[in-house]
Structure formats: structure tokens, C-alpha cells
């Protein structure tokens, strides 16, 4: 079972809507981050939330991170083909920062 | 400014034999962690190193793995024996402190067996 479970899996849209995905878990996390992963290659650090009900916004990108800290969800407005990706959550478990958990991952792709 | 290197990128391994992944980390940075990831899955952690010692390798499989990140050189991840499973994409990071949400990847080598 996934500590960390990411939905959907899998998000085809067109060029300009909006979408969110959710990163959930029954466990506390101390922080938790969002990665962009390309094909071939390693995952790229987008944002870091650490205070339960915390917003953050990056251009297009807006992430929360809940309240009681077990979930996060990542909201992209008016996606890009360049938005293309897989996105990764992955959290640090209170009381263990020398590693992190990582959800599944949900491949995007947005159509021009 | 170099990133984390990692070297092979591309590594193919014949079963039964040994495959030797090396990661360089960034300057500055003593901290190493390994993570594989299978198909379609996100990043497992398997071991986190500091120069010269392993602090937590409860991710790593109890046979065939080991870890490695010597005093002068860069980490290295040794599987011996390979088998079929053992094919997949193994991400080195590296971090200033000892904190791993403060830690950059690599570009990953991927592994394959056959």
C-alpha cells in the first residue's frame, strides 16, 4: 500500500483548462513537496509546503497543503503543453527527515 | 556550478552479473540518498549515506544491495548478482545538511537486465 496516494494517475486535457491533482495519506508529514519529472530524467523540486493550511503559488501553479497536514493538492490554471510531465508528491514523515516518501505520480498531458 | 552527477546513464546488465552506479554529489554537499523507481511507480527510498558512514539503509533489499560513499570518490550503489527485477531508474540526491527534503537529484541511471 502507498503511504503517500496521488490521483488521478493519469490526466489528458487540452490546451488551457484547469486542473487539480491530490496527493492524500493517513499519516502526518512534517513538510511535503511537489516534483516535475521528465522523461529521462530525475525529478525537479517545485515547491515545499511546511505549515498545515499553507498556499503557495508558483505563475500558473497554486499547491496547499492541508490543514492537519496529511494532504496536498496542486491546481494548475489555463495549462500548457509545456505542463506536460509527471508530478511527483513526497513528504518527510514527522520525526524522519532523512527521507522521503514519494506518492505514485500523475502523468499530464496537455494537448495543444 | 555542477548538479548531481550520476554515471552510467544508461547501464544493461546481463542476469547474474554486477552493476556499479556512481553519483558525484554537488559541492559542498556530504549527504547522499539513493531511491529506485520501478515502471509507472514514484521513488522508493532504499539508503542515505554521509561520508564514510550509512545512516539509514532500511530501504535497501537485504541481499545483493549495497552502498558505498567513500571518503574521497563519489557513492556508489552495487548490486550484485542482477536479476530481471532489479530493472529500473536509481536516482542519487545529494544535500548540504542532513535534511532530504533539501536534496537535488540526479538524472537517474537507468538499469536493465536481460
Known amino acids: 500500500t502507498q503511504l503517500l496516494e496521488q490521483s488521478p494517475q493519469f490526466l489528458s486535457i487540452q490546451e488551457g483548462e484547469n486542473l487539480t491533482v491530490y496527493c492524500n495519506s493517513s499519516?502526518?508529514?512534517?513538510?511535503l513537496q511537489w516534483y516535475r519529472q521528465e522523461p529521462g530524467e530525475g525529478p525537479v523540486l517545485l515547491v515545499t509546503?511546511?505549515?498545515?493550511?499553507e498556499v503557495k503559488k508558483l505563475k500558473r501553479l497554486t499547491f496547499q497543503f492541508g490543514d492537519a497536514r496529511k494532504d496536498s493538492s496542486l491546481h494548475i490554471t489555463a495549462a500548457q503543453p509545456g505542463d506536460t510531465g509527471l508530478y511527483l508528491c513526497a513528504g518527510a514523515l514527522s520525526g524522519s527527515a532523512r527521507q522521503l516518501t514519494f506518492g505514485s505520480g500523475t502523468q499530464l498531458t496537455v494537448l495543444p | 556550478n555542477a548538479g548531481v552527477m550520476q554515471n552510467p546513464r544508461h547501464l544493461v546488465r546481463r542476469r547474474g552479473q554486477e552493476a556499479r552506479l556512481r553519483c558525484s554529489p554537488m559541492?559542498?554537499?556530504?549527504?547522499v540518498y539513493w531511491y529506485r523507481q520501478l515502471p509507472e511507480e514514484g521513488l522508493k527510498f532504499m539508503v542515505y549515506?554521509?561520508?564514510?558512514?550509512?545512516?539509514?539503509e532500511s530501504g535497501m533489499p537485504k541481499e545483493r544491495f549495497s552502498a558505498e560513499f567513500p571518503k574521497e570518490g563519489p557513492s556508489i550503489l552495487r548490486i550484485q548478482q542482477v536479476v530481471r527485477g532489479d530493472s529500473a531508474a536509481y536516482f542519487c540526491?545529494?544535500?548540504?545538511?542532513?535534511?532530504?527534503?533539501?536534496?537535488?537529484f540526479g538524472q537517474g541511471t537507468r538499469l536493465t537486465v536481460v
Open positions: 499519516s502526518v508529514f512534517s513538510s
Open positions: 509546503v511546511v505549515t498545515g493550511g
Open positions: 559541492k559542498g554537499h556530504s549527504h
Open positions: 540526491a545529494s544535500s548540504p545538511q542532513g535534511a532530504a527534503t533539501e536534496a537535488f
Open positions: 549515506l554521509q561520508k564514510e558512514n550509512i545512516i539509514d
